[in-house]
């Protein structure tokens, strides 16, 4: 019998039977009593060897940050925080730059710091694939889909990136805007530009829409400046536009910034449209329009699995829906 066995017997988590097996102090008595009395009629024996393994790690889960001004990843820590609290473990967090090689810098803080597991907040598919091998230890990929790479102890959530940049130029497209500007990031960089970047142009076929990615696009970081510098970019170098996907809600406010500098007004001579939901979008004048993810479940849910991990659980991936809303920022084009 595993834990996972002893979980279904008594109707408890997995989290939970570990730690009443384990005496940590965040169980509740009646669930304890329980757990311990079914454990003994079931003849349950912990793993010794399994346990002492696991003591000779910390006590740590381990958020490795990839980007120091992602605000989205902001938003996720504040809810991953708020969860590991309320596990028997402490949070460590560490930050890398946008370009950096995250696996890499995983691999010697698993050295260092001997984390139960590691909550990644962005990555790139190649870093995994060429350096993951390094990692024994459970890890959550959040916003990038991992089910198609081949290690075990890899789990994910994810928004469906690629459908939700589709579904962002489709909205433009049904309010008459047929010159679209694309904010997007380093394609090479970061699976997901490269993703959101497929959906614009499978949107534009869908629509029959011209798009030139040498003059209508701008691949940048993912922050208010590079929005704010791409825009002032495209505005000397793109085709006429009546509108502008950013990839980032932060790319997004950035290119409002550029546009009232230049003389131009959101959304009467153009329209701007982001990605993620940033609570700040609802306090911008105008409202930013935007495709926004379930930050809080996303960051929830990639906790749960990792603590589920931890204890022995199989791994996950999910797909948490967006959401499209058309604020202010956004009007119908009239020629």
Same mark, same amino acid.
């Given at each position: 019998?595993?834990?996972?066995?002893?979980?279904?017997?008594?109707?408890?988590?997995?989290?939970?039977?570990?730690?009443?097996?384990?005496?940590?102090?965040?169980?509740?008595?009646?669930?304890?009593?329980?757990?311990?009395?079914?454990?003994?009629?079931?003849?349950?024996?912990?793993?010794?060897?399994?346990?002492?393994?696991?003591?000779?790690?910390?006590?740590?889960?381990?958020?490795?940050?990839?980007?120091?001004?992602?605000?989205?990843?902001?938003?996720?820590?504040?809810?991953?925080?708020?969860?590991?609290?309320?596990?028997?473990?402490?949070?460590?967090?560490?930050?890398?730059?946008?370009?950096?090689?995250?696996?890499?810098?995983?691999?010697?803080?698993?050295?260092?710091?001997?984390?139960?597991?590691?909550?990644?907040?962005?990555?790139?598919?190649?870093?995994?694939?060429?350096?993951?091998?390094?990692?024994?230890?459970?890890?959550?990929?959040?916003?990038?889909?991992?089910?198609?790479?081949?290690?075990?102890?890899?789990?994910?959530?994810?928004?469906?990136?690629?459908? $939700?940049?589709?579904? +962002? @130029?489709? /909205?433009?497209? %049904? #309010?008459?805007?047929?010159?679209?500007? *694309?904010?997007?990031?380093?394609?090479?960089?970061?699976?997901?530009?490269?993703?959101?970047?497929?959906?614009?142009?499978?949107?534009?076929?869908?629509?029959?829409?011209?798009?030139?990615?040498?003059?209508?696009?701008?691949?940048?970081?993912?922050?208010?400046?590079?929005?704010?510098?791409?825009?002032?970019?495209?505005?000397?170098?793109?085709?006429?536009?009546?509108?502008?996907?950013?990839? $980032?809600?932060?790319? +997004? @406010?950035? /290119?409002?910034? %550029? #546009?009232?500098?230049?003389?131009?007004? *959101?959304?009467?001579?153009?329209?701007?449209?982001?990605?993620?939901?940033?609570?700040?979008?609802?306090?911008?004048?105008?409202?930013?329009?935007?495709?926004?993810?379930?930050?809080?479940?996303?960051?929830?849910?990639?906790?749960?699995?990792?603590?589920?991990?931890?204890?022995?659980?199989?791994?996950?991936?999910?797909?948490?829906?967006?959401?499209?809303?058309?604020?202010?920022?956004?009007?119908?084009?009239?020629?």
């Amino acid at each position: 019998m595993t834990i996972k066995d002893l979980a279904a017997k008594t109707g408890y988590a997995v989290g939970t039977v570990s730690r009443a097996l384990n005496n940590h102090p965040n169980v509740s008595e009646k669930a304890r009593l329980a757990i311990l009395k079914a454990a003994a009629e079931s003849g349950f024996e912990l793993n010794v060897n399994a346990k002492q393994l696991k003591q000779q790690r910390s006590t740590n889960i381990l958020a490795l940050v990839k980007g120091t001004g992602n605000e989205l990843f902001a938003a996720m820590m504040e809810q991953i925080q708020t969860s590991v609290a309320q596990s028997p473990y402490s949070l460590v967090v560490d930050y890398v730059d946008e370009n950096a090689n995250e696996v890499h810098r995983a691999v010697q803080l698993v050295r260092e710091k001997k984390p139960l597991g590691i909550l990644f907040l962005g990555g790139n598919q190649e870093h995994f694939l060429a350096d993951f091998g390094g990692i024994d230890v459970p890890c959550v990929l959040i916003t990038n889909d991992a089910r198609a790479l081949p290690f075990p102890n890899l789990s994910s959530v994810t928004t469906d990136d690629r459908e $939700a940049a589709r579904r +962002a @130029i489709l /909205a433009l497209g %049904a #309010l008459g805007h047929r010159r679209i500007a *694309v904010i997007g990031g380093i394609r090479q960089l970061s699976d997901i530009s490269q993703k959101r970047y497929e959906g614009c142009l499978q949107a534009f076929r869908e629509q029959g829409v011209a798009f030139d990615p040498a003059r209508d696009y701008q691949g940048v970081r993912f922050s208010y400046e590079s929005g704010y510098e791409a825009t002032q970019a495209l505005l000397h170098t793109c085709r006429p536009f009546s509108a502008i996907f950013a990839a $980032a809600d932060v790319m +997004a @406010i950035g /290119a409002i910034r %550029a #546009l009232h500098e230049a003389g131009l007004r *959101v959304p009467e001579d153009v329209s701007v449209m982001g990605v993620d939901g940033l609570p700040l979008g609802l306090f911008l004048v105008p409202q930013l329009a935007t495709v926004s993810q379930d930050v809080r479940k996303m960051a929830r849910r990639s906790v749960e699995i990792l603590l589920s991990a931890i204890d022995g659980g199989q791994s996950v991936h999910e797909t948490v829906p967006f959401q499209v809303h058309l604020r202010s920022s956004v009007r119908k084009f009239e020629k």
